[in-house]
């Protein structure tokens, strides 16, 4: 069973940095691709980025393209997001999300498994 762990949120000042690091364990995740996305109270989840394990092709939601990267550690089975010059409207529930599936990486469906989440507050 797989099993995403995030961390590394927090609050944080307009213009500052954070980056949420997401523990995937229960798999061999070399053929998945990792996704994060965001959630504000009444609204859908929002695609942020994702990462194919294997090749490291990386897809980023127009809102955060510029600023923030998707990587990974294959050694520490982690996917990590820097998230650089934050802005209040970047505040959320950050969550890790984890597919085997052919898809269309921006959407939700396609993800089968996923994390708690990690709060981010950004203060303006």
């Known amino acids: 069973q797989v099993q995403l762990v995030e961390s590394g949120g927090g609050l944080v000042q307009a213009g500052g940095s954070l980056r949420l690091s997401c523990a995937a364990s229960g798999r061999t995740f070399s053929r998945y691709v990792m996704g994060w996305f965001r959630q504000t109270p009444g609204k859908e989840r929002e695609f942020v980025a994702a990462i194919s394990w294997s090749f490291g092709n990386t897809y980023y939601g127009d809102s955060v393209k510029g600023r923030f990267t998707i990587s990974r550690d294959g050694a520490k089975n982690t996917v990590y997001l820097q998230m650089n010059s934050l802005k209040p409207e970047d505040t959320a529930v950050y969550c890790c999300?984890?597919?085997?599936?052919?898809?269309?990486?921006?959407?939700?469906?396609?993800?089968?498994?996923w994390g708690q989440g990690t709060q981010v507050t950004v203060s303006s």
């Open positions: 999300a984890a597919s085997n599936r052919q898809g269309v990486v921006t959407t939700t469906s396609m993800y089968d498994n």
